[in-house]
């Protein structure tokens, strides 16, 4: 399996790492039964449950442009060591960024998510 491709499964781990984390604040600020509910009327989560919750929905968005790149990449043969450092960067960054939103660093969010746009400029830079 190429390396990008196997990022891209740990990528996704990370998705679903968010996700679990996410659901727990949640679960703790606003509790189960309104989870298992409709959720109409749901108060936002706030604190570090509601950067979870932002930070899970903004690694979606971005697993997305990843995902399509990592995987034209792969299909049309145009792998190669930029495309590895512009998945390692992602990747990376992505884990730096929830770390550091979780913990509510601002400035030091937004490099981290600047690093991971780099990273998919690199991979970008190799299909056109």
């Known amino acids: 399996m190429k390396p990008e491709l196997m990022l891209l499964v740990w ?3 990370l998705t679903f790492v968010q996700m679990l ?7 703790l600020q606003v509790g189960l039964p309104a989870l298992a509910g409709n959720r109409e009327g749901l108060v936002p989560c706030t604190g570090w449950a509601g950067r979870a919750a932002r930070a899970h929905h903004n690694m979606l968005e ?4 990843f995902a399509s790149l990592v995987l034209v990449a792969a299909l049309a043969g145009k792998t ?16 730096a960024y929830a770390v550091v939103y979780l913990g509510g660093i601002p400035w030091l969010r937004t490099a981290a998510w600047l690093v991971s746009v780099i990273g998919l400029a690199l991979i970008f830079s190799q299909l056109v």
């Open 11 to 13: 990528a996704v781990l």
């Open 21 to 27: 984390i996410a659901v727990s604040g949640a679960t």
């Open 62 to 65: 971005n697993l997305v442009l």
């Open 80 to 95: 190669n060591a930029t495309t590895l450092l512009g998945a390692q960067l992602f990747f990376w960054a992505r884990v």
